[in-house]
């Protein structure tokens, strides 16, 4: 059975400054990892993912995340943050031959001025 | 795409009772996933239909749950007896045939079990 850490439950950075979000997971057949944001009241979006090739992936809104196989890490970065970016952040696995996703708890970034 | 979507968005009712969500999902997706979501934590699958067959359920969903996807289209979840536990954000997701990885999710059902 495949899990998700992530380890920060509460993320707190100012406007325009880096932040990275972290995610670790652990399966025993390879998987496909994901990034979903939850903005308060709404569904999950996904904002990127990983399924095969380059380790480093884009996604919407200007995140990126990057695959680490041997530290089985896919964590999230942003270089600079806005007031907008404020939401609930979910790291995901599924594996090839199941369906489900399996989610972390969650990691609650919270920008400010 | 007009995305997925749910009814109702909230849902209060007596323990007890039973109650019925429903799901349409993207037009032309062949699959469709139920999850539940607690607060503070992330969704936790419940389970999943591939056009009308149900595919895969979760312990979680125990008998006091059932869900149908008769012709393929839309979803219900029907909760049996509710139990206060049984509060929580129901999501509904669908994927398409050709990038079935790719779940899109609905705004979801808040259930509260007074």
């Known amino acids: 059975a495949q899990s998700v850490t992530q380890l920060d439950s509460q993320v707190p950075v100012f406007e325009e400054a880096p932040v990275e979000l972290r995610c670790n997971y652990s399966s025993s057949v390879s998987v496909y990892l994901f990034w979903y944001v939850q903005y308060p009241n709404q569904g999950l979006q996904l904002l990127l993912k990983?399924?095969?090739?380059?380790?480093l992936v884009k996604g919407i809104n200007g995140f990126e995340a990057e695959f680490n196989k041997s530290q089985t890490s896919f964590h999230l970065r942003k270089p600079s943050v806005h007031i907008s970016d404020t939401a609930e952040y979910f790291c995901?696995?599924?594996?090839?031959?199941?369906?489900?996703?399996?989610f972390g708890t969650g990691t609650r970034l919270q920008v400010t001025l | 795409d007009t995305g997925v979507s749910q009814n109702p968005r909230h849902k209060i009712t007596k323990r007890g009772q039973n109650v019925t969500f429903r799901c349409d999902p993207i037009s032309e997706h062949n699959r469709l996933y139920w999850y539940r979501q607690t607060l503070g934590q992330g969704p936790e699958f419940l389970t999943y239909f591939q056009n009308e067959a149900q595919l895969e359920k979760s312990r979680l969903l125990s008998d006091r749950f059932s869900a149908e996807r008769p012709k393929g289209s839309f979803s219900t979840l029907e909760i049996q007896r509710t139990e206060q536990g049984d509060s929580a954000m129901y999501l509904c997701?669908?994927?398409?045939?050709?990038?079935?990885?790719?779940?899109?999710f609905g705004p979801g059902t808040r259930l509260t079990v007074t």
């Open positions: 995901a696995v599924q594996t090839g031959t199941a369906s489900k996703l399996t």
């Open positions: 990983y399924l095969s090739g380059s380790t």
């Open positions: 997701a669908s994927s398409p045939r050709t990038r079935n990885y790719e779940q899109y």
